[in-house]
């Protein structure tokens, strides 16, 4: 398709309007999975079993989180858990959110709203797990919108060429 190229360069630059006529946007919603063998975390079978570890986070600029999901196995008393942290290119790390497990469950979803800006930022993954047993991480899903121009006819006639 012709129009491909043209739509993805005006995304990237994140141009607002064409040819003096402002682009109506819309949000497409997309997914980013962070398996736990992914990370540096030391892992049997791919199972975080002990330790804390960290996975780089990579979104487009502009985008928002809209909902995390951590996934594990539970069977004990204590808790295993993820931290978003942002780090700002200033070398200060802060803490966006956490996510603990809960026993007895399989996975525990965090809905949010965080927007992603690449410009002066840095986001990591931060996996947490105290070493008792009964306790294994697998991973966590993040689930999160980017916003898209429309395209109407118009425009497309005017690009066609």
């Known amino acids: 398709m012709p129009y491909r190229n ?4 005006f995304s990237i630059l994140g141009l607002t309007s064409l040819m ?7 949000t497409i919603t997309s997914y980013i999975s962070i398996p ?11 199972v975080m079993t002990s330790d804390e570890c960290n996975a780089p986070l990579y979104l487009p600029n502009g985008s928002t989180i809209t909902n995390v999901t951590l996934y594990y196995s539970d069977t004990s ?7 978003l942290e ?5 070398g200060v790390n802060h803490n966006v959110f956490t996510i603990t497990t ?5 996975s525990t979803t965090l809905a949010t709203n965080i927007l992603i800006d690449n410009s002066q930022n840095g986001y990591w993954l931060r996996f947490l797990h105290p070493g008792y047993g009964g306790l294994s991480l697998y991973g966590a899903v993040v689930e999160y919108t980017i916003p898209v121009p429309l395209w109407p006819a118009a425009y497309l006639s005017m690009i066609k060429n």
Do not use: H, M, P, W
Not at 20 to 26: E, H, W
């Open 6 to 9: 043209i739509f993805g360069l």
């Open 20 to 26: 003096g006529i402002k682009l109506a946007t819309t």
């Open 36 to 46: 736990i063998g992914a990370t540096n975390c030391n892992v049997e079978g791919y």
């Open 77 to 83: 008393v204590d808790y295993a858990g993820i931290k």
């Open 86 to 90: 942002r780090t700002v290119f200033d």
């Open 102 to 106: 809960e026993d007895g469950q399989s």
